[in-house]
């Protein structure tokens, strides 16, 4: 079958740096989605990766090795406002996405 | 502003009853999508439509029907609730359904639903 593992829950503090993980098991691959979801609302997109290697935007970066199922989400310089879950999502060889069921981060003073 | 709009907000619904979500986006977008979330799992597609005329079945499409009249609109129709179809009911667009890496969905604020 088709899986997506994130984990559960994460804690970090502000000004921090955070890695959330993704490793995938897909009927193949043509890209992997990281969205942000704040409590209540809806899901919002943040990066997107095709290729191997680490993408950079702002203070976010996402990262992905096809060869290993697995990708990561680095958030630097932690704010408050960066609570919320994260979604992992991955398109398959019929291109549907395939959704984790998310990270929930809880960002301490 | 250009986005999705989904309607109602929430609703509590008796079992048994007939409801339809609606939903339009102003984007121009070909496709289009309706997930449920629910509590320790991932979003879930229910129906999809990858342009108008056209629609198909996702995940979890039973008790649940959609039509695709137009670009713009993607009602979705729960025939008679069940308690089981309490969730949260997002509706999302793609500019393509092939190719959406540069924006990804764009997804509507939610439709909270209880059947009770």
């Known amino acids: 079958g088709q899986n997506i593992d994130q984990p559960t829950e994460m804690t970090a503090t502000e000004g921090a740096i955070v890695q959330i993980n993704c490793t995938y098991q897909?009927?193949?691959?043509?890209?992997l989605f990281w969205y942000q979801q704040h409590a209540g609302e809806a899901p919002t997109f943040l990066s997107y990766n095709v290729l191997d290697g680490l993408e950079e935007k702002g203070r976010f970066s996402s990262f992905l090795s096809r060869s290993k199922g697995y990708s990561y989400l680095l958030l630097k310089e932690l704010q408050m406002k960066d609570s919320a879950s994260y979604l992992c999502a991955v398109t398959d060889s019929n291109y549907q996405l395939i959704w984790g069921a998310g990270t929930k981060l809880i960002i301490k003073p | 502003i250009a986005g999705i709009t989904q309607a109602p907000t929430s609703q509590i619904l008796a079992a048994g009853r007939r409801m339809t979500l609606r939903c339009t986006q102003d984007?121009?977008?070909?496709?289009m999508y309706w997930y449920r979330q629910d509590l320790g799992l991932g979003l879930r597609l229910i129906h999809y439509?990858?342009?108008?005329?056209?629609?198909g079945k996702g995940e979890v499409p039973d008790g649940y029907s959609v039509s695709r009249a137009n670009t713009d609109d993607f009602p979705l129709t729960l025939a008679s609730a069940v308690p089981s179809q309490t969730s949260v009911y997002f509706c999302?667009?793609?500019?393509?359904?092939?190719?959406?890496?540069?924006?990804?969905?764009?997804f509507g604020s939610g439709t909270r639903l209880t059947v009770v």
């Open positions: 439509s990858n342009t108008a005329g056209t629609t």
């Open positions: 999302a667009s793609s500019d393509s359904s092939l190719d959406r890496g540069l924006d990804g969905y764009t």
């Open positions: 984007m121009r977008h070909n496709a």
């Open positions: 897909t009927s193949g691959f043509n890209g």
